[in-house]
């Protein structure tokens, strides 16, 4: 077969964080794929390009779509936001794949990194992701809350920094609480944790608290919630939020 | 004070990688800091600007440099590969903020993200990072082995997907097997790997296996190594390379 399917990410939100890469694979698309809000943020194209705009919530649909545009001899893009492989459509689309006709296979497909929620995340607060981290989305629409709660609790355990995506819907309002509960149990209380929405955007917003007391409310679908390790710290500085970091090392610097 | 200082990630190598915004920040910096192999990879700037390489492995000592430059009142950009905030020279740089001159405080100082050679390594390989993943550096120099070994069996246990940074060096030969040999009394034996050396680059190599037989040789500091979680999984492909993923779901797609 002859067509071609990228699945790329726009980065988190400024069309300053999208890489030459996929700006590249972007305008030479015959046909855009992707949920509405993001193929929105994408810029004109090629002559004759087609969009194909769906809701969100209808991952492995849209991939079997873009797969079969894609068999029919068209360059096709996969528009993910951040990065496209976290928590995003390039699982969905080898997940089509798989259960799929099985001539998709000779398709070419390629996955375009990019620029993920948490990395923008960190950079907004210093340097969180300083040491080891694990990143764990609190959405339970495809797994049980079980897995969740087995994974926020080894992640305790093993003393990572830890990334929150999805941590609050309007439909999954009480998860972050009951994830804060439960990393509780294990971290002290005095364990930093950063609140931020719309990271890598000019609407970026940072909330600092503890774990001991750190309000779950307020944070939504556009949140990313970083939990700090044994070692992650505040810097205080005149006039401006705090530093937040993790060390590398385990001793401090002299 | 009116010196800035920005730690820019340059992308795992191809300049195709590289944000627009880091892209700026290097263009109109009069100083650039960091290790000669990355300062080699940064185009040309503004007319006199002045570049500062240092060898590897002198990162504080680095950091506190490139704050001297900027309280001096210059607009210094410090380089990293990959993502700054990722085992990289941010956390560096609040290192010698936290223990240095108070008014090092005042500064204007941002991280400004990059793809992570974890996102690179999964895109080569398709879409190893689909569910919720850690990632460990293997380098003792600034971590108790032990502490290493904590992690990996956390993360171990979790089922996590796992991604090993900084897997083996010269100095180093025999840590990766002996992680894999931790990951094995927890992982079954056909748990997939795959190791990317020089991902994101046109010189990117892929090697599968698989946990139970995975032969350590061959890894070295550009090597980026994935281990599956229970879900992870192989699709063969006629004339190619199977595709690795790891299903968003708990439960298969019908």
């Known amino acids: 077969m002859t067509g071609k399917l990228t699945v790329v990410g726009l980065g988190p939100g400024s069309a300053e964080l999208t890489t030459p890469a996929v700006s590249r694979a972007l305008a030479e698309a015959t046909d855009l794929v992707g949920y509405t809000t993001y193929l929105d943020r994408v810029p004109v194209g090629i002559e004759r390009q087609r969009r194909h705009g769906s809701d969100n919530r209808v991952e492995v649909e849209r991939a079997r779509h873009a797969l079969s545009l894609a068999a029919s001899g068209n360059n096709v893009v996969v528009v993910s936001s951040g990065d496209p492989g976290v928590?995003?459509?390039?699982?969905?689309?080898?997940?089509?794949?798989?259960?799929?006709?099985?001539?998709?296979?000779?398709?070419?497909i390629r996955i375009e990194p990019g620029v993920t929620a948490m990395l923008a995340a960190a950079a907004e607060a210093g340097a969180p992701l300083g040491g080891d981290f694990c990143a764990i989305s609190l959405s339970d629409n495809l797994k049980a809350w079980a897995t969740i709660a087995q994974r926020l609790e080894a992640a305790a355990r093993g003393d990572f920094v830890i990334a929150l995506y999805?941590?609050?819907s309007v439909a999954r309002p009480d998860q972050l609480g009951q994830a804060f509960d439960l990393l509780r149990s294990v971290k002290a209380p005095d364990t930093p944790v950063?609140?931020?929405?719309?990271?890598?955007?000019?609407?970026?917003?940072?909330?600092?608290a503890r774990l001991g007391d750190a309000d779950?409310?307020?944070?939504?679908?556009?949140?990313?919630?970083?939990?700090?390790?044994?070692?992650?710290?505040?810097?205080?500085?005149?006039?401006?939020?705090?530093?937040?970091?993790?060390?590398?090392s385990e001793r401090d610097v002299a």
Chains 1, 2 share one sequence.
């Open 87 to 108: 928590f995003a459509m390039a699982a969905a689309l080898f997940e089509a794949v798989e259960s799929g006709d099985p001539s998709w296979r000779t398709l070419d």
């Open 166 to 168: 999805n941590p609050a």
């Open 194 to 208: 950063v609140f931020v929405r719309a990271a890598g955007t000019p609407e970026a917003r940072l909330r600092i």
């Open 216 to 248: 779950p409310a307020g944070a939504d679908m556009r949140t990313l919630v970083l939990v700090g390790s044994s070692r992650t710290r505040l810097i205080e500085r005149p006039g401006g939020a705090p530093w937040i970091y993790t060390p590398r």
